[in-house]
């Protein structure tokens, strides 16, 4: 079993930056590949990026690239979203996931956290 906590959401203007962490526990966190979703009201979870497990290569929603950058720190067992050139259609619950394969597919990512929110006013 995996447990996920994210944390660093919150209220920013438009144009402003966060940075989202997620620690993760529970099985071995560099045999993972990670995801970073999103869900904003009345509208589906999509996809945001993910990390593959060893190489690190990242893979981005075609909203943020080029805005959000994925990264993880296999020692620390956490992955990170960094978010500049924040936007109002930013606003949304952000989740990190775990995945036994490398895929963009919410279905296939197995354990998931709570979510930590981000407000992005303008």
Same mark, same amino acid.
């Given at each position: 079993?995996?447990?996920?906590?994210?944390?660093? /959401?919150?209220?920013? @203007? %438009?144009? =402003?930056?966060? #940075?989202?962490?997620?620690? $993760?526990?529970?099985?071995?966190?560099?045999?993972?590949?990670? /995801?970073?979703?999103? @869900? %904003?009201? =009345?509208?589906? #979870?999509?996809?945001?990026? $993910?990390?593959?497990?060893?190489?690190?290569?990242?893979?981005?929603?075609?909203?943020?690239?080029?805005?959000?950058?994925?990264?993880?720190?296999?020692?620390?067992?956490?992955?990170?979203?960094?978010?500049?050139?924040?936007?109002?259609?930013?606003?949304?619950?952000?989740?990190?996931?775990?995945?036994?394969?490398?895929?963009?597919?919410?279905?296939?990512?197995?354990?998931?956290?709570?979510?930590?929110?981000?407000?992005?006013?303008?």
């Amino acid at each position: 079993q995996v447990q996920l906590v994210e944390s660093g /959401g919150g209220l920013v @203007q %438009a144009g =402003g930056s966060l #940075r989202l962490s997620c620690v $993760a526990s529970g099985g071995t966190f560099s045999s993972y590949y990670m /995801g970073w979703f999103r @869900q %904003a009201p =009345g509208k589906e #979870r999509e996809f945001v990026a $993910a990390i593959r497990r060893s190489s690190g290569t990242p893979w981005y929603a075609e909203s943020v690239k080029g805005r959000f950058t994925i990264s993880r720190d296999n020692a620390e067992n956490t992955v990170y979203l960094q978010m500049n050139r924040l936007q109002s259609e930013d606003t949304a619950r952000y989740y990190c996931a775990v995945a036994s394969g490398w895929t963009e597919d919410e279905r296939l990512y197995d354990y998931w956290g709570q979510g930590t929110q981000v407000t992005v006013s303008s």
